[in-house]
């Protein structure tokens, strides 16, 4: 069956970068495209952008761009969502989520999500 | 950016009530429109593809419609299961926005 299993909460200080992984398994890694969102408490989710795990291509949302990166190792079909600059309002959950590569293509499996709080 | 505004926000309703929520895209988005539910302390699940597709496994209760820019998604006969909170989604245009939420609780 297929799994996206995020790696777990992490506490970052403003300023830090953190790392994010989202594993795959149950299917073919390189198939599908893979988007992280992020979910502040109370609030619907934001999309923050893509990555194709087989070209490495990426799209993200222009209030990320400069802040993060997404990248994936085939070898063990991981992706990852690295943001930087940490700021308190980055607190939130991060899911990935997978949809058939290619444009206009909707999200299907979820990752569970990753708690990232940013305090001093 | 492509603002997606769902109403009501939360409504109340009874066990086999028919629940409607509506999702409106602040330009033609096609039927590139997807609908969640997710419940509290859990990840969304997708529902709806395609403004009106249901993924594999979701009950039939469900339904969505609309195109361009309104869209509705239907609970036929509300069940204990579906409290929860739905979103919609446009995946025409990027970044790809979510609604705010609608939230579905007992009354």
């Known amino acids: 069956q297929v799994q996206l299993v995020q790696s777990g909460a992490e506490v970052k200080k403003p300023g830090a970068s953190v790392k994010v992984s989202c594993k795959a398994s149950?299917?073919?890694?390189?198939?599908?495209?893979i988007n992280w969102m992020r979910q502040v408490t109370g609030q619907g989710p934001e999309w923050i952008g893509w990555?194709?795990?087989?070209?490495?291509?990426?799209g993200y949302a222009p209030r990320f761009q400069g802040r993060v990166t997404m990248t994936r190792d085939t070898s063990v079909n991981t992706a990852f969502m690295e943001l930087s600059t940490l700021r308190p309002d980055d607190t939130a959950v991060y899911y990935c989520?997978?949809?058939?590569?290619?444009?206009?293509?909707?999200?299907?499996?979820w990752g569970q999500g990753t708690l990232v709080t940013v305090s001093s | 950016d492509v603002q997606m505004t769902q109403s009501p926000s939360s409504l109340s309703a009874s066990l086999g009530d028919r629940v409607t929520i509506t999702c409106r895209a602040s330009?033609?988005?096609?039927?590139?429109l997807a609908w969640y539910q997710q419940k509290p302390g859990r990840a969304p699940k997708s529902l709806i593809y395609a403004a009106s597709s249901l993924h594999s496994g979701v009950p039939s209760r469900f339904s969505g419609s609309g195109s361009g820019t309104s869209f509705t998604l239907t609970i036929s006969s509300l069940q204990p299961e579906d409290f929860a909170t739905y979103y919609c989604q446009q995946y025409n245009t990027y970044p790809h926005t979510f609604g705010g939420g609608t939230r579905v609780d007992i009354k």
């Open positions: 149950g299917y073919t890694f390189t198939n599908y495209d």
């Open positions: 330009q033609g988005i096609n039927t590139y």
């Open positions: 990555m194709n795990p087989y070209s490495g291509n990426t």
């Open positions: 989520a997978r949809d058939y590569a290619g444009e206009g293509q909707p999200i299907d499996y």
